[in-house]
């Protein structure tokens, strides 16, 4: 348990479907990121959030929309995705967005897109 | 452009110690940091450098060269459960990260 939970843990959905991942961090942070992780390639860092304001933006494409209501919550819309983006979405969380900063990993959404 | 390389597979013996190098090309460049994903699991911090030298954790350390643009991970005293896949990332800016495509560990008894 690392203080970052994220629901759901799977999710098979249709290219036509639209649904949202939700993250949530106990540990007090200020800062929470989006990643992919497909297999046979790096982490892909997608969004970074400091205090509630995205402040990375890594050419993700519009069908992924994130949200942070508030310093706890990250959450992240898909609509209309495509079989590739069938990956791992980790959340990450830490105490401020500076590289010193340990970030904190949730266990990941394994999602399915067909 | 961006992009970072390290091995793709490291073999080794229980109690023994590895080496992970870690190249990188960047233009800008914060520090280097090192983590641990378990199959199935997420990844794990492990070290943080943003200035040359050597950090020391436990059976962990890792290196930074800045001059060089090179780091490594060593890893002393292997156990069983050391296996697993290790991440080096650069920090380009405050906020932005990029991992390499992960070296997995497998260590023999």
């Known amino acids: 348990e690392t203080g970052v939970t994220q629901t759901p843990r799977h999710l098979v959905m249709g290219m036509t479907n639209k649904k949202s991942l939700k993250c949530e961090q106990h540990?007090?942070?200020?800062?929470m990121y989006w990643y992919k992780q497909s297999a046979k390639k790096p982490l892909e860092l997608m969004f970074v959030?400091?205090?509630?304001?995205?402040?990375e933006n890594n050419s993700v494409p519009s069908r992924f929309s994130p949200e942070c209501p508030n310093s706890s919550h990250l959450f992240l819309h898909l609509h209309t995705l495509q079989p590739e983006d069938s990956a791992l979405y980790l959340c990450?969380?830490?105490?401020?967005?500076?590289?010193?900063?340990?970030?904190?990993f949730g266990p990941g959404t394994r999602l399915t897109v067909t | 452009g961006q992009s970072l390389e390290q091995p793709s597979e490291v073999t080794a013996v229980e109690g023994a110690i590895v080496q992970i190098n870690c190249t990188y090309q960047t233009s800008g460049f914060y520090g280097l940091s090192w983590y641990q994903q378990h199959d199935g699991g997420a990844p794990t911090f492990l070290s943080y450098?943003?200035?040359?030298g050597l950090e020391e954790t436990g059976r962990f350390s890792s290196f930074l060269s800045r001059s060089d643009s090179y780091g490594y991970l060593l890893l002393q005293e292997l156990q069983m459960k050391d296996s697993a896949s290790y991440f080096c990332?650069?920090?380009?800016?405050?906020?932005?990260?990029?991992f390499g495509s992960g070296t997995r560990l497998s260590i023999r008894p």
């Open positions: 990450a969380s830490s105490q401020d967005i500076a590289g010193s900063y340990e970030q904190y």
């Open positions: 450098n943003a200035l040359d």
């Open positions: 990332a650069f920090y380009s800016s405050a906020s932005k990260i990029i």
């Open positions: 959030y400091s205090l509630e304001e995205r402040v």
């Open positions: 540990l007090g942070h200020n800062a």
